[in-house]
């Protein structure tokens, strides 16, 4: 009887600490336009993965995947991991990671269309499934959805305990001559993630890359 409490407490205590590992781990989906001039803003966001490949620790999940005409799809992800708690194990991670994403930056075609609520709603799933403690969606786009005809993307996001901040929010041409078009565009997004009960935000200064972290 004895010898069982004791396995029964060993179970629980290895059960808890795995929880507890979960619990404090952080999942971060980056989803990067690439749709018509956009494509060419994608340095940009090769920087951005270098200082999350920086900073993320062991357990934690980055994936990254690109937003086209139908975005809520596993075969728009580019590259994802979850980092190992041994050092050589991880760097060759993170390696490999960096790889795929040169190869995919090299090689990609412009999309024609913005599913990026598409994108959010696979980042989502994708993220629950990985059962991160803290749940990041990084969003590097202009922000103007155009989506073709037949797809349907009036679903309420569902973003309870999420962080999802813009990135590179780059101006269009008609933002320019009507900045409202701009703010509003930004204000809309911002709506939607709030209305889902997620944390929104925006940077554009690609040397404050910490403030993804700051909630």
């Given amino acids: 009887m004895k010898k069982r409490f004791a396995i029964a407490l060993v179970v629980c205590i290895l059960m808890a600490g795995c929880t507890d590992t979960k619990s404090r781990s952080t999942g971060v989906y980056m989803l990067l336009d690439t749709s018509g001039t956009y ?6 966001a090769q920087l951005i993965l270098n200082y999350l490949l920086g900073v993320l620790a062991p357990g934690d999940t980055l994936a990254v995947a690109r937003i086209d005409t139908g975005s809520f799809s596993e075969k728009d992800i580019i ?6 708690n041994r050092p050589s194990v991880a760097n060759n991670q993170k390696r490999a990671f960096m790889q795929q994403l040169e190869s995919f930056v090299t090689t990609v075609k412009g999309s024609p269309y913005t599913d990026i609520s598409g994108g959010i709603l696979q980042a989502i799933e994708y993220l629950n499934e990985a059962e991160s403690g803290k749940k990041y969606i990084l969003i590097f ?14 679903i309420p996001f569902q973003l309870p305990d999420y962080n999802v901040i813009a990135l590179n929010v780059t101006k ?12 509003a565009r930004v204000e809309d997004w911002r709506s939607k993630v709030e209305n889902g009960g997620g944390e929104w935000g925006m940077i554009n200064d690609m ?8 909630n």
């Fill in 141 to 154: 786009s202009d922000l103007k959805e155009e989506l073709a005809k037949g797809y349907k993307r009036d």
């Fill in 172 to 183: 269009l041409r008609g933002d320019n001559m009507d900045p409202k078009e701009y703010l």
């Fill in 39 to 44: 494509a060419v803003e994608l340095k940009k």
């Fill in 207 to 214: 040397e404050r890359l910490e403030n993804i972290f700051a």
């Fill in 79 to 84: 590259a994802k991991v979850t980092f190992d």
